[in-house]
């Protein structure tokens, strides 16, 4: 099967299913075209993942796309942005049909979930790497960034945290438990957060989505907003099913762990007793950005320094 093929027969009709007005022009052109509404600004991000780095080798072909869908779109969510589309550039050992099929199936599920139109993008030969990037739009000037944080701040944590980074224990299990199964869930379909952030903007003056671990990604918001922070770890919301399955060990999952896509921000307290319900029911307040540089952990024996810092690419374990 030649490349133009492949897109005619396993792309195209993801990016038929889902027409969005913004999208003036899509596949099938030199340049896909996006239209921006007047008053708001575009926003923007790319994401690659690489097998045996981000993946396990040998995924089901329909959970990597909705988690590599899904993962970019967090970081629309961490911006309060509408999302409108996304571009895939795809390499890919052999032209596998079932993977093909099973791919565009997964693909298509979480375009439609997410609510992104797809504008085009690449395909080639090569070790299994993917990279998307995903636009959206927010009214001018609302974007929310990580540099905004203020002392007395409280910082909240959409969710629960951990599941995900607790899944990959039980990738290979035949007949997991239950408890399993819910943190599988959690690493094979995340969601972004994407309704919530949007419901955020104006009312959050930081946010990050906690695609490395909270520590990791809180520590971004702390080094960009030039403050620190105090955690109370008896507060950090964790799942049933990952206490059960972790006993003590369960909090070091919900702080160094990632793949949970959930988002960490930052409100001011007069702000905070006025957050409506179907808003705050999703957010959890475990600490509270200070003057003092650092971020210090209380109301467990955990200890930062024990805890880590989270994910990182570049980072070699001794």
Do not use: N
Not at 14 to 28: N, R, T, Y
Not at 187 to 204: F, K, N, S, T, W
Not at 241 to 264: I, N, P, S, T, V
């Amino acid at each position: 099967m030649g490349e133009f093929e492949l897109i005619r027969r396993y792309f195209q009709p993801i990016a038929d299913s889902l027409p969005s007005g913004a999208l003036v022009l899509g596949p099938g052109d030199d340049c896909a075209i996006q239209r921006i509404p007047a008053d708001h600004d575009l926003v923007f991000s790319i994401d690659t993942v690489v097998e045996g780095i981000h993946f396990p080798e040998a995924f089901p072909a329909d959970h990597l796309a909705w988690r590599a869908l899904a993962a970019a779109a967090s970081d629309l969510a961490a911006m309060g942005a509408e999302p409108v589309c996304f571009t895939l550039a795809l390499t890919f050992p052999a032209a596998d049909e079932q993977w093909l099929s099973d791919f565009a199936r997964g693909l298509a599920d979480a375009a439609r979930t997410f609510r992104l139109s797809l504008a085009g993008g690449d395909t080639t030969r090569g070790p299994l790497t993917l990279s998307l990037q995903v636009h959206g739009t927010v009214p001018r000037g609302t974007g929310i960034r990580r540099s905004g944080a203020q002392v007395g701040d409280l910082i909240c944590v959409s969710g629960t945290l951990g599941d995900a980074g607790a899944a990959l224990d039980y990738l290979d299990e035949q007949q997991p438990s239950d408890d399993a199964k819910a943190v599988l869930k959690r690493y094979h379909h995340p969601c972004p957060r994407l309704e919530l952030g949007q419901a955020l903007a104006g009312i959050v003056t930081s946010a990050i989505d906690i695609s490395d671990g909270l520590l990791a990604d809180l520590g971004h918001v702390l080094e960009a907003s030039g403050a620190g922070a105090t955690i109370d770890l008896s507060t950090v919301p964790l799942s049933p099913a990952l206490r059960r399955l972790k006993g003590d060990q369960a909090l070091g999952f919900g702080l160094r762990a990632g793949d949970d896509y959930e988002l960490c921000v930052t409100i001011p307290p007069s702000r905070w007793s006025s957050v409506p319900e179907a808003i705050g029911q999703h957010l959890t307040v475990i600490g509270a950005i200070e003057a003092e540089s650092g971020l210090r952990l209380t109301g467990g024996s955990a200890k930062i320094d024990d805890a880590g810092t989270g994910f990182d690419h570049f980072r070699r374990e001794s």
